[in-house]
């Protein structure tokens, strides 16, 4: 493996071997089955909106409340977005730019966020800065009964702002690596300062990975049903959960906000794609260049330490401090009794084979792109990301619809849940598998078919031995989502069966606070370990572009 | 892929020990407030069990969607309501004299399609650090009052809530009660998923006051008898304090008939009725069961002039709550 591996996924891209068509045929059929699963949930939900559009309900629906909630929507979401990047530049500079001490270490802390679970983050952040919460308690002395209301637009824009401010931290940052110092100096050389550079040359230069980053920030914000619902702002996952509550018309109202939110997050989902398409091909063609020179922050390092601690305070130790504190409290007698082993048997569980089996369905359809790039295998390449758009509460919701009209055997089962998990998180490890495979030279698979190997047993044997560390990292990220996963879990596990989420969420509902600590101290970390391979194993993430989160 | 069959084996639930069929329960209680009594049921007559728990509200709704497949057995709920939904809707099973004989006949279905199981008044509890008891309020009505902005706490998403809407509806009319409702949100409503962070809420002095059932508070008192918070009872037969039941009812697409109906009579049998008593503080409707000493005695409750069949139209309550704007 001396090759660069640019050179190599050219070579993957652009060589046809005729005799592949043997393998391509089967494996071409099993593709288009597994994209077909993936759109199911779309389809069906458009399919079964037909009902609600041609019912009396539709001018019900169309209220002054439809409306406030798309308004929600928004607000929050663009919100968040403009949040998560005012944190991200100064962290994503500060860690790559300039000599603040513990670089590495923040960087680290800075990206812990992904570990924790919104909803978990939000019901920490009730606790500790609600009207009657810890910070209010520590304040009692001094007078303070009260503390400003965090329910409503505030709270829940500070917990996701919390929690997902790492998918615009990555992608900046990665943008900060690749800088080439020659024009910020060439700018400083005509008399230009520091401002002046930054909002000229630096900014715009940023400018493409900054709007990935909050298009990232804004589908997660879009789809996130915990942190919403802990802080009662109403937007489209909330409603949808409640209408999807109430009898009667619940179900078709409920349909019927998905398909907006469905609309919703499709196009900023294919924004995301343009933008980030184009900022590989800008990446590509720009040559060697120079590391940047370390800025010496003199005595501003206080000022930015105090701001990185700031940052991780609120969002890493408020979390893990609550969850602490209320460890030793008081379990009340009807608390849900906790069975760790189970809960650890059945997360691990799900998560572990919507892992494997997601690994196994993306196989085919990388596998088709990179070795027989016809116009029909890119499609199918393309159609799998979409289901990623899809927030899973829709996801789940319509896969009850199906299942309970046209597959009743599956409904309430296993496989339902792990169909589920699967379609929503199998993009995730489809584009570093596909890398993974783009950067195995060809030549080792041709070797071993020369020397009389079948088609298959050379993927098996050659391909994906050498692949292997990206196809890892894929499924280690789908294992870390799965883990933290709440509404597809809640709406679609057999009965009886429950996951750390769950359990959290249940405890949560009844109030009993003080049975979250434990499972939610392990929760957090679960995810924090399964960050680990996500970033030791995906090269293009160990450079910082956080894209396939 | 032997991995993941392995995986698989590993977590499917019980399937090494489904000799028979389980009974299939979905539970509108909370899992906490009816697993025990559940489990015993189980355990004393060997009948293997399946439960389902969420709100009422949303296994009504589910088992509606699941039509004539729907692998529940019994529906078990928190209020009359939603049992009156699924009534009217022709989805349940008329039930033997043997069961209907065991309750009275206010605390039950007229047509013997669904049956109480345990009694619940709509209260008011509230902070006793933030309220004196000569500040509480008449009526509901007197809920929308400035003196209440951003002190009140309900749960819209609530079967009970519902109930009590519906009743509302009952006897004020609807324009009343729509008023009524606006009124409240403008009034800064603080919205809860349930009855119990309701509680939880006032004891923390979050809010003043909370719309809720009566048992819950016990179950605070009963771990921590210095909780700051204490229940109204509406006077003057108020909407606000409507006497429900908490209910079960078989669907009339189960095979399980005859095991269902023991579930059943096994929950209207003394040992369970104590266990509502004693365990989770209601009003035992059969067995002869007298109610805990804490409580108020049912017949001291000023209960407004309804019958439980009267709150049968959630629909038009669930409406009603979407074009207000208290449910999304």
Same mark, same amino acid.
């Given at each position: 493996m001396t090759d660069a591996p640019s050179v190599v996924r050219h070579w993957g891209n652009r060589i046809r071997f005729p005799r592949y068509s043997l393998l391509a045929t089967p494996l071409q059929w099993v593709a288009t089955l597994v994209v077909a699963v993936a759109m199911l949930p779309m389809a069906y939900l458009l399919w079964r909106a037909r009902e609600t559009i041609g019912s009396d309900h539709i001018d019900f629906l169309l209220t002054a409340n439809t409306l406030r909630i798309i308004g929600n929507s928004i607000l929050l979401t663009a919100a968040v977005a403009i949040s998560a990047s005012i944190i991200s530049i100064p962290l994503a500079w500060l860690t790559t730019h300039s000599d603040l001490p513990g670089r590495q270490i923040w960087l680290v802390l800075g990206l812990l %966020?992904?570990?924790?679970p919104s909803y978990l983050g939000a019901v920490t952040l009730t606790l500790a800065? @609600?009207?009657? @919460?810890l910070l209010q308690g520590w304040l009692e002395p001094l007078g303070v009964s009260r503390l400003p209301e965090i329910y409503g637009f505030s709270g829940a824009w500070l917990s996701l702002t919390l929690f997902t401010f790492p998918y615009v931290l990555l992608p900046v940052r990665a943008a900060f690596l690749n800088m080439d110092p020659a024009m910020e100096e060439m700018a400083r050389s005509l008399g230009s300062n520091r401002w002046r550079i930054f909002w000229r040359i630096t900014f715009p230069l940023l400018r493409p990975s900054l709007a990935v980053g909050m298009l990232l920030t804004s589908l997660y914000t879009l789809s996130d049903f915990g942190a919403v619902s802990v802080m009662q702002f109403t937007t489209f996952t909330r409603a949808i959960y409640v209408q999807y509550g109430l009898p009667f018309f619940g179900r078709a109202s409920a349909a019927f906000l998905s398909l907006i939110l469905m609309a919703l997050a499709l196009s900023l989902f294919l924004l995301e794609r343009r933008i980030s398409s184009r900022l590989q091909h800008f990446r590509d063609i720009s040559g060697a260049r120079r590391p940047s020179k370390t800025v010496q922050l003199g005595r501003w390092k206080y000022a930015a330490l105090t701001f990185c601690t700031f940052i991780i305070s609120l969002s890493v130790l408020i979390p893990i401090v609550v969850l602490i504190s209320w460890l030793g409290r008081h379990k009340p007698a009807y608390a849900l009794p906790l069975d760790l082993p189970t809960l650890t048997q059945n997360t691990l569980g799900v998560a572990a084979l919507t892992a494997c089996l997601a690994a196994i369905a993306t196989l085919p359809v990388a596998y088709l792109v990179i070795r027989s790039p016809s116009q029909w295998n890119r499609v199918l390449y393309r159609l799998a990301?979409?289901?990623?758009?899809?927030p899973g509460i829709v996801i789940a919701l319509s896969l009850i619809f199906f299942s309970t009209r046209h597959?009743?055997?599956?409904?309430?089962?296993l496989p339902l849940l792990l169909l589920g998990y699967g379609i929503r998180f199998m993009p995730l490890s489809l584009g570093s598998t596909r890398n993974a495979l783009a950067s195995v030279n060809l030549r080792y698979e041709e070797a071993a078919r020369g020397l009389g190997a079948i088609p298959l047993r050379a993927l098996w044997r050659i391909t994906l031995p050498l692949a292997r560390s990206g196809i890892l990292a894929g499924m280690a990220l789908i294992f870390l989502n799965v883990v933290k996963e709440l509404p597809t879990t809640l709406l679609l596990? %057999?009965? @009886?069966f429950q996951t750390y989420a769950t359990y959290i969420w249940n405890s949560y509902d009844e109030a009993i606070f003080s049975q979250i600590a434990l499972p939610g101290l392990i929760l957090i970390a679960l995810c924090a370990l399964s960050l680990i391979p996500v970033f030791a194993w995906d090269r293009l993430l160990r450079k910082g572009n956080g894209h396939s989160l | 892929m032997l991995v993941a069959g392995l995986l698989l084996s590993m977590i499917s639930p019980n399937s090494a020990q489904e000799m028979s069929e389980p009974l299939v329960i979905y539970s509108g209680r909370s899992q906490s407030l009816v697993e025990p009594i559940f489990n015993r049921f189980s355990e004393d007559t060997g009948i293997p069990i399946e439960v389902r728990y969420a709100g009422t509200t949303e296994l009504a709704a589910t088992i509606l969607e699941e039509g004539?497949?729907? !692998? /529940?057995?019994v529906f078990v709920a928190q209020d009359a309501g939603a049992l009156g939904a699924l009534a009217y809707a022709g989805r349940l099973a008329a039930l033997p004299s043997d069961i209907t004989e065991r309750?009275?006949?206010?605390?039950?279905s007229p047509a013997g399609l669904w049956i109480g199981l345990s009694g619940r008044a709509r209260v008011l509890v509230y902070d006793t650090e933030q309220v004196t008891p000569d500040q509480? !309020? /008449?009526? =509901?009505?007197?809920?929308? $009052?400035?003196?209440w902005r951003g002190r009140v706490g309900w749960a819209p998403t609530n079967a009970s809530f519902q109930a009590n809407v519906t009743a509302m509806r009952a006897l004020w009319g609807e324009e009343v009660t729509e008023t009524w409702l606006k009124d409240m949100i403008a009034n800064d409503v603080r919205v809860y998923p349930k009855n119990t962070p309701i509680v939880q809420a006032a004891i923390d002095g979050e809010i003043a006051v909370g719309l809720v059932n009566h048992y819950y508070l016990y179950r605070f008192l009963a771990e921590? !008898?210095?909780?700051?918070a204490a229940l109204h009872y509406f006077p +003057? $037969?108020? /909407? $606000?304090?409507l006497v429900n039941i908490a209910g079960a009812a078989i669907l +009339?697409?189960?095979? +399980?008939q005859g095991l269902a109906q023991r579930f059943i009579l096994y929950l209207l049998g003394a040992g369970a009725q104590t266990y509502f008593a004693e365990e989770t503080y209601e009003y035992p409707l059969a067995g002869g069961v007298e109610p805990s000493v804490d409580l108020v005695s049912l017949a001291e409750i000023e209960v !407004?002039? =309804?019958?439980?069949?009267? =709150? /049968?139209?959630l629909a038009g309550t669930v409406r009603l709550l979407t074009t207000v704007g208290a449910l999304p």
């Open positions: %966020p992904l570990a924790i800065l @609600g009207p009657r @919460g990301f979409l289901p990623n758009a899809l597959l009743l055997s599956i409904y309430q089962t596990s %057999p009965t @009886g | 004539d497949a729907s !692998p /529940a057995d309750v009275e006949a206010r605390f039950q509480l !309020p /008449a009526s =509901l009505l007197d809920l929308t $009052g400035e003196e921590d !008898p210095s909780v700051t +003057n $037969g108020d /909407a $606000g304090t +009339n697409t189960s095979e +399980n !407004p002039d =309804l019958d439980l069949s009267d =709150l /049968a139209d």
